[in-house]
């Protein structure tokens, strides 16, 4: 999976490449963002790009993604989802009164 740091303006829907950005890992930049990332809207790119995502930095501010979706990417979602569930559950959680 592919993704491509893009300028994204929430109000008018327009996205602009950025002069001098490569193309990243998805899995790469959910790492560099702890996994805080929200999926925006779908799109249509002849590059393959299908998805926008907002990263957010360590100040809450977004860090827009042009993504290319695939099973892949679902099953990394889920499997992010499910380890969180496991780190906010505490032992005492998990017992049955």
Known sequence: ????????????????PIDNTFQEPWDDVCDRFNND??????VSDPKGYNAIYAC????NQPVYFLVEESDVLTKLRQRTFLHKLGRTRT?????KN
Do not use: W
């Open 1 to 16: 999976m592919k993704s491509l740091h893009v300028n994204f303006n929430e109000a008018t829907q327009a996205v602009e």
């Open 37 to 42: 990332v929200r999926r925006i809207k779908t």
């Open 56 to 59: 957010y930095d360590e100040n």
């Open 91 to 95: 032992a005492g959680s998990l017992k």
